[in-house]
């Protein structure tokens, strides 16, 4: 029983394509994160949403947009995706003490 | 500025030795502190969490670690170090309005 689940686990994909990366948490917690980690392992918040509810958007370009269609979910969908975008980006559920249960990644490699 | 500090970007120890890892952060308020480690190509396993209450706090894998206040820090020790202990750890800080920061990371390596 996966507490959160991320799919894909590996994404390789042509600069200028679109794509989604989904995360699905059976913790029944009301917020979720998206998460960026680059090549040197730096971890920086992109999005929260707490009961389907942005809250949190950080500095990201807009072709980034999450989706969450209940609060079991939080989707990440990319348009025309760049080189920079290449990176391993994590999904987050935060406890009611706030701590953090993180999905195993979705490594995206854009050529 | 706000930050979390980790300012050894790697450290390597010997099996059997004692390991101490840094974390300072600067906010106004304490804030939630946590200590994470990422094992190579895997997600973020929680270590041990600090909200309030006794200072030192002891977590999995045998790993504990001290929160002063007065020097703004939040280290992290093992008194022994295995060979699978060989990971990245992340020292983190949580805000109200569910802000969430993480340090730049020390990698460990453990020598046999």
Redesign the interface.
């Known amino acids: 029983d996966t507490a959160v689940s991320q799919t894909p686990k590996y994404l390789v994909t042509q600069m200028g394509n679109d794509k989604s990366i989904k995360c699905e948490q059976n913790l029944g917690h009301d917020t979720m994160y998206w998460y960026k980690q680059d090549s040197k392992k730096f971890l920086k918040i992109m999005f929260s949403y707490n009961n389907k509810e942005l809250i949190i958007n950080e500095t990201v370009p807009n072709r980034f947009s999450p989706k969450s269609p209940d609060k079991a979910h939080l989707n990440l969908h990319i348009n025309s995706l760049e080189l920079g975008d290449s990176a391993v980006y994590f999904c987050a559920s935060r406890s009611s003490g706030a701590e953090q249960f993180f999905g195993p990644g979705t490594r995206l490699t854009v050529l | 500025a706000q930050s979390v500090t980790q300012p050894d970007i790697h450290i390597t120890v010997s099996e059997g030795a004692s390991l101490e890892l840094r974390c300072n952060y600067s906010y106004g308020a304490t804030p ?1 502190l ?1 200590w ?1 480690v ?1 094992s190579p190509g ?5 270590l041990l ?1 600090y ?1 309030s209450g006794d200072t030192l706090v002891q977590g999995i894998k045998g790993f504990e670690a001290e929160f002063k206040r007065s020097q703004s820090s939040f280290n992290l020790r093992k008194p022994s170090v295995h060979w699978s202990d060989a990971a ?1 750890y ?1 020292c ?1 800080v ?1 805000l109200t ?6 340090g ?2 020390t ?1 460990l390596t453990v020598i046999p």
């Open positions: 939630y946590f994470y990422q895997q997600g973020l396993q929680l969490k909200f990245e992340f983190a949580g309005g569910n802000q969430f920061y993480f730049t990371g990698s």
